[in-house]
T-cell receptor, first 112, second 113 residues
Framework: GQNIDQPTEMTATEGAIVQINCTYQTSGFNGLFWYQQHAGEAPTFLSYNVLDGLEEKGRFSSFLSRSKGYSYLLLKELQMKDSASYLC?????????????FGRGTSLIVHP | DGGITQSPKYLFRKEGQNVTLSCEQNLNHDAMYWYRQDPGQGLRLIYYSQIVNDFQKGDIAEGYSVSREKKESFPLTVTSAQKNPTAFYLCASNPVGSNGELFFGEGSRLTVL
């Protein structure tokens, strides 16, 4: 089985930095994803980590520690348009394949 | 342009009626998925298919049915057996053997009156 935990909601100020944490417990692990989802829209891919360490992509970075079952998404220089839900997803074995399983998402509110 | 098309975007149905949501992709992806999302919740897997004419149940398959007669198409039927069908439904696809990144359609919002 799998269990993925994220904070339900976070608030931050425009221009600041915010870190969204994700912890997971899984019977098998084959990668962790972060997606961004604006209200009423489909999720869009942000990052993928399969090895320990930090992956940086512009204003967004994602970190993974497999031994701790822990990841975070770091957003720098926050903009109002970053207000969205951020979904952590872990790739788990299911029926001979690896299928992404999602956490409940973290709703980020960026205020001026 | 390549992508995934879901239709309809909004759908209203009376309780007890079956409804079919369409999902078509022209990305030549082998795997396709259906997820359900409720307010304030993450995505829960309903069904997935790795190859034509084969599909597997996800975590919440009860009350749903699918078919995969063509590589491009993976329709989802919400049956009257689904006790709480009002939700946002997302179809996704990816190539088998990839890192697993999902490519999503725009979603279908089903409201049962």
């Amino acid at each position: 089985g799998q269990n993925i935990d994220q904070p339900t909601e976070m608030t931050a100020t425009e221009g600041a930095i915010v870190q969204i944490n994700c912890t997971y417990q899984t019977s098998g692990f084959n990668g962790l994803f972060w997606y961004q989802q604006h209200a009423g829209e489909a999720p869009t891919f942000l990052s993928y980590n399969v090895l320990d360490g930090l992956e940086e992509k512009g204003r967004f970075s994602s970190f993974l520690s497999r031994s701790k079952g822990y990841s975070y998404l770091l957003l720098k220089e926050l903009q109002m348009k970053d207000s969205a839900s951020y979904l952590c997803a872990v790739r788990n074995p299911l029926g001979g394949s690896y299928i992404p399983t999602f956490g409940r998402g973290t709703s980020l509110i960026v205020h001026p | 342009d390549g992508g995934i098309t879901q239709s309809p975007k909004y759908l209203f149905r009376k309780e007890g009626q079956n409804v079919t949501l369409s999902c078509e992709q022209n990305l030549n992806h082998d795997a396709m998925y259906w997820y359900r999302q409720d307010p304030g919740q993450g995505l829960r897997l309903i069904y997935y298919s790795q190859i034509v004419n084969d599909f597997q149940k996800g975590d919440i398959a009860e009350g749903y049915s699918v078919s995969r007669e063509k590589k491009e198409s993976f329709p989802l039927t919400v049956t009257s057996a689904q006790k709480n069908p009002t939700a946002f439904y997302l179809c996704a696809s990816n190539p088998v053997g990839s890192n697993g990144e999902l490519f999503f359609g725009e979603g279908s919002r089903l409201t049962v009156l």
